[in-house]
């Protein structure tokens, strides 16, 4: 199996950056897409933004331009770095894994929390 572990959150003031990690362990082989997703309280989960074995990647449009998703392949890390936060952007941020861009995501961390004050 895949296990993945977030770090990174934390409380940031608007305007700051962040950067999240995403250690994968275990049958990393087996992993084609990695990607962020976040919930807020009373809000559903959305992908944040995600990266597929082939480098390509994909955003949401409330992030494009602020956040950069990327992947360390030796460490088997994939990073979020989230520049110019908003208080919109507080949640939990979860990091998920699938075997294709067709499918569900199948493996999930256990979230950090990212905080921002205004």
């Known amino acids: 199996q895949v296990q993945l572990v977030e770090s990174g959150g934390g409380l940031v003031q608007a305007g700051g950056s962040l950067r999240l990690s995403c250690e994968a362990s275990?049958?990393?082989?087996?992993?084609?897409?990695m990607g962020w997703h976040r919930q807020a309280p009373g809000s559903q989960r959305e992908l944040v933004a995600a990266?597929?074995?082939?480098?390509?990647?994909e955003y949401a449009d409330s992030v494009k331009g602020r956040f950069t998703i990327s992947r360390d392949k030796r460490k088997n890390t994939m990073y979020l770095q989230m520049n110019t936060l908003k208080p919109e952007d507080k949640a939990v941020y979860y990091c998920?894994?699938?075997?294709?861009?067709?499918?569900?995501?199948?493996?999930w961390g256990q979230g950090t929390q990212v905080t921002i004050s205004s």
């Open positions: 990266v597929s074995t082939d480098g390509s990647t």
């Open positions: 275990g049958m990393i082989f087996s992993i084609n897409v």
């Open positions: 998920a894994s699938k075997r294709g861009p067709w499918g569900s995501y199948v493996e």
